[in-house]
């Protein structure tokens, strides 16, 4: 049998490995395998020598103090930081919702109200863009689904005042102007959810 199959090394090494568990894993690992290699490298066969290379290491308790103090504390600066739920005003569902939709409508309302669609469009990407809830390249498909309706619009105006365009061009843009900023919408409320 290998030294380092025995009970009393196994054990050794269980308390080892308990009593360093706020070292990193990586570290710890390391210090495991430092210690698994030394009581091979003895080889020890019997349950004395097992026990005088175990005395030899030190007790459990003092080893991981050692490594420990080696690594030093985790002060703010190097702990990691613990992973935060957004906050504030535009970090809830509900302010989700509104804000996923806000540019769309905006986008929209261009049709109908080309002042105050331009309005609510510029309200919904402000604040689509101060929200903590989105990355920065999803507030980018937001923002490009929601400004592709007035860009959309006005090409296709430049295009109707130049006469290239018929009722297949006009569907077409009427579908796009539509979808574009539907699906912008449900990218932004998508990523809220996962």
Same mark, same amino acid.
């Given at each position: 049998?290998?030294?380092?199959?025995?009970?009393? =090394?196994?054990?050794?090494?269980?308390?080892?490995?308990?009593?360093?568990?706020?070292?990193?894993?990586?570290?710890?690992?390391?210090?495991?395998?430092?210690?698994?290699?030394?009581?091979?490298? *003895? +080889?020890? !066969?019997?349950?004395?020598?097992?026990?005088? $290379?175990?005395?030899?290491?030190?007790?459990?308790?003092?080893?991981?103090? *050692?490594?420990?103090? +080696? +690594?030093?504390? !985790?002060?703010? &600066?190097?702990?990691?930081?613990?992973?935060?739920?957004?906050?504030?005003?535009?970090?809830?569902? !509900?302010?989700?919702?509104?804000? &996923?939709?806000?540019?769309?409508?905006?986008?929209?309302? =261009?049709?109908?109200?080309?002042?105050?669609?331009?309005? $609510?469009?510029?309200?919904?990407?402000?604040?689509?863009?101060? *929200?903590?809830?989105?990355?920065?390249?999803?507030?980018?498909?937001?923002?490009?689904?929601?400004?592709? $309706?007035?860009?959309?619009?006005?090409?296709?105006?430049?295009?109707?005042?130049?006469?290239?365009?018929?009722?297949? +061009?006009?569907?077409?843009?009427?579908?796009?102007?539509?979808?574009?900023?539907?699906?912008?919408?449900?990218?932004?409320?998508?990523?809220?959810?996962?």
């Amino acid at each position: 049998m290998n030294a380092t199959d025995h009970p009393l =090394v196994a054990a050794y090494l269980d308390s080892v490995a308990r009593e360093t568990a706020e070292l990193p894993a990586d570290r710890r690992a390391e210090l495991l395998a430092d210690l698994r290699e030394h009581i091979e490298v *003895s +080889e020890a !066969q019997d349950d004395a020598g097992i026990r005088a $290379v175990l005395a030899e290491l030190g007790e459990p308790r003092t080893v991981a103090a *050692s490594a420990l103090a +080696e +690594e030093g504390p !985790q002060t703010p &600066a190097t702990a990691p930081a613990p992973a935060l739920a957004p906050t504030g005003p535009l970090a809830g569902r !509900q302010a989700a919702r509104l804000v &996923a939709a806000l540019p769309a409508l905006g986008g929209l309302t =261009v049709l109908a109200e080309p002042v105050l669609g331009a309005l $609510v469009l510029a309200i919904g990407l402000a604040l689509l863009w101060m *929200s903590p809830l989105w990355t920065t390249r999803h507030k980018r498909i937001g923002t490009a689904t929601a400004v592709a $309706v007035p860009v959309v619009l006005l090409l296709g105006g430049l295009m109707l005042a130049g006469g290239r365009i018929g009722p297949l +061009e006009l569907l077409l843009i009427g579908v796009f102007l539509v979808a574009v900023p539907a699906v912008g919408a449900a990218v932004l409320l998508r990523a809220v959810r996962d």
